[in-house]
């Protein structure tokens, strides 16, 4: 079965560039990638999704492994609002519709 | 805001009673998910409709249901309430099948 390994915990100071990474050795070729945050008591929020090529927008970048099994989120320049769990999610085919496997998520911690 | 509305907010219920949890998503937003929030744990996706159809489902329980109605917002019904029942619902609504998904702030449900 499909599924993705992200650390429990990071640091980052503000500021600086942040790489939260992503195993997914079991990935399969149509399964995409998702990446949400979820800041102190709200909902999750989007970052950012991708196939096989590196995709950037407002938020953030993803950068998907050649092979795929491994991706990571980054943060240009982190902010103390950025301090939240960020949750690697694989998008698979599932007898006949889809399904989301989630990671247990990374909790960024951001320093003044 | 992110314009998706959960009602109610908060639910007290006994255990082996039944309820509904409501989702109206973003306008003109066609697909609706349901994830479950337990405490101090990380997400789980439940289901996802698009138009009106199932498109892709997690580790809903049996207990569990949901469905789309034609002017799109959804409901998801928790039956044969157990204590481990106990958490944060939360719907989130999307464009497309496949698009960024906008949360609603959750229902925090409690079962005594």
């Known amino acids: 079965d499909a599924k993705t390994t992200q650390p429990n915990s990071m640091e980052s100071n503000e500021e600086e560039p942040v790489h939260l990474p992503c195993n997914h050795s079991t990935i399969s070729g149509t399964d995409y990638i998702h990446w949400y945050r979820q800041l102190p008591s709200q909902g999750p929020e989007y970052v950012i999704h991708?196939?096989?090529s590196n995709v950037n927008n407002r938020m953030a970048s993803l950068a998907i492994a050649e092979d795929r099994k491994s991706s990571t989120l980054i943060l240009h320049r982190a902010t103390l609002r950025d301090a939240a769990v960020y949750y690697c999610i694989l998008r698979v085919p599932s007898r006949g519709t889809y399904k989301y496997i989630f990671g247990t998520g990374t909790r960024l911690k951001v320093l003044a | 805001d992110s314009g998706v509305t959960q009602t109610p907010k908060h639910l007290i219920t006994a255990t082996g009673q039944r309820v509904t949890l409501r989702c109206s998503p973003r306008s003109g937003d066609l697909s609706v998910y349901w994830y479950q929030q337990s405490l101090d744990q990380g997400l789980q996706f439940l289901i996802q409709?698009?138009?009106?159809?199932?498109?892709a489902k997690g580790n809903i329980l049996e207990r569990f249901s949901a469905q789309q109605f034609p002017d799109l917002h959804s409901e998801l019904n928790l039956s044969s309430l157990e204590l481990g029942d106990s958490a944060l619902y939360f719907c989130?609504?999307?464009?497309?099948?496949?698009?960024?998904?906008?949360f609603g702030q959750g229902t925090r449900l409690t079962v005594v």
């Open positions: 409709y698009y138009n009106g159809e199932e498109r």
């Open positions: 989130a609504s999307s464009v497309g099948e496949y698009t960024e998904a906008f």
């Open positions: 991708g196939l096989t």
